[in-house]
């Protein structure tokens, strides 16, 4: 992060510059913590976990409210914990968490339904929000919801939560603006899953797969939200597109910086319960085993597809880095795949200085960077480790 960070004060644009990583789960969070120390802001190419969302979190909290009779002050305030807001007349909305208990800690114990719970709650407190948000709840409160119902109570709801939460929560994160990039991802895609849910509730009603209900409604926001359709769903244009290697295919940018190209990693050191040398038979075709399909994960030819496409996508030059030692000391070799590239390999003492106080772009790597004015890549350099 500290070389993309000087890349960008020279005038690269941050959007000619991707970052590529075998596989980005090891690698996210040290890449984030990165990111924020230089100024940088991520963007991972990872498929979005809907249902650990926010956005999702809200719906499937009115889901179980209005499929129960008669329920805790707890499931009555979920949609609020989730940051619910009123479609109309936000303001002062959504409640913050600290209010929230404290509403909650005033109600009385036990269950009621949710028209004697609107009747209470204003013998508790005397903040009209609730009383606003418990009107809301009665007049949508429908125990056989037509799919008409649903989009109209779960519409509104993601499309309030977009005008208050997102923003509320851009004013409080980070620089990095990581939690605003995932509320902004995940509200785009609740909107889309509740319009799949309504249209496909409405299949099923008709040829008798379902019976109208909201558990139905919650089951079938869980069926269709854990189909996940892509990698990647909000765009960020002030932000590094940190990759996977298998997403770089066809890829074309000025500059690639690959991470973690060791042995270990490039290619991929995979568990199976079949022993190496009946692997190698099979991928042989020795004897009998020619009968026998192979994996793909056996063999090195995937992880060097996916390498060999890293290296292509650069216009410019390609920045390969590595670390040498595990978190308990152990050695840790470089990737065999690098010996079939020629390299201009990085000092240590310029690489000490790209990350000191007074950071300088070491000379082989600023050689790679258009002269001013320079538009136009020139053929990609070699590699520089």
Not at 27 to 38: C, K, N
Not at 106 to 111: I, N, V
């Amino acid at each position: 992060m500290a070389t993309i960070s000087e890349v960008r004060d020279r005038g690269v644009d941050i959007r000619d510059i991707v970052v590529v990583a075998r596989d980005l789960d090891s690698y996210e969070q040290p890449l984030t913590r990165a990111a924020i120390q230089h100024g940088v802001t991520p963007v991972f190419w990872t498929q979005l976990r809907v249902t650990r969302t926010e956005p999702y979190a809200l719906i499937a909290a009115l889901c179980t409210l209005f499929a129960c009779g008669d329920v805790a002050a707890t499931t009555l305030f979920a949609p609020l914990k989730q940051r619910w807001a009123p479609p109309t007349d936000a303001a002062g909305w959504p409640l913050d968490q600290s209010t929230i208990h404290t509403h909650l800690e005033a109600l009385p114990p036990g269950r009621r339904s949710i028209s004697e719970w609107a009747a209470t709650i204003p013998t508790h407190t005397t903040d009209e929000r609730l009383t606003t948000y418990c009107d809301w709840l009665q007049a949508h409160c429908e125990p056989e919801p037509t799919p008409k119902t649903v989009g109209a109570v779960l519409g509104p709801s993601i499309d309030a939560y977009r005008e208050t939460s997102v923003p509320a929560r851009q004013q409080a994160d980070a620089p990095a603006l990581m939690e605003t990039e995932t509320a902004a991802r995940a509200t785009v895609r609740v909107t889309r899953l509740v319009e799949q849910v309504t249209h496909k509730y409405d299949e099923w009603l008709a040829d008798g797969t379902v019976s109208r209900s909201w558990d139905a409604v919650r089951e079938l926001c869980e069926l269709l939200a854990t189909q996940r359709p892509g990698r990647r769903e909000h765009s960020n244009a002030r932000a590094i597109d940190i990759m996977e290697a298998n997403d770089v295919w066809a890829l074309s940018v000025p500059f690639v910086i690959a991470v973690g190209v060791t042995a270990a990693e490039w290619p991929a050191q995979t568990d199976s319960v079949v022993p190496a040398e009946l692997q190698e038979a099979v991928l042989s075709g020795a004897g009998g085993a020619d009968i026998v399909a192979p994996r793909t994960a056996w063999g090195e030819g995937r992880d060097c597809d996916h390498f060999a496409d890293a290296m292509r996508a650069a216009e410019r030059g390609v920045i390969v880095t590595r670390y040498t030692q595990t978190d308990d000391g152990d050695d840790v070799h470089p990737s065999p795949f690098l010996a079939s590239l020629e390299m201009e390999t990085v000092s240590g003492q310029a690489r000490t200085q790209l990350v000191s106080t007074t950071p300088q772009l070491p000379p082989a790597i600023a050689a790679l960077l258009p002269a001013s004015g320079e538009s136009d890549p020139t053929p990609s350099e070699p590699p520089h480790e």
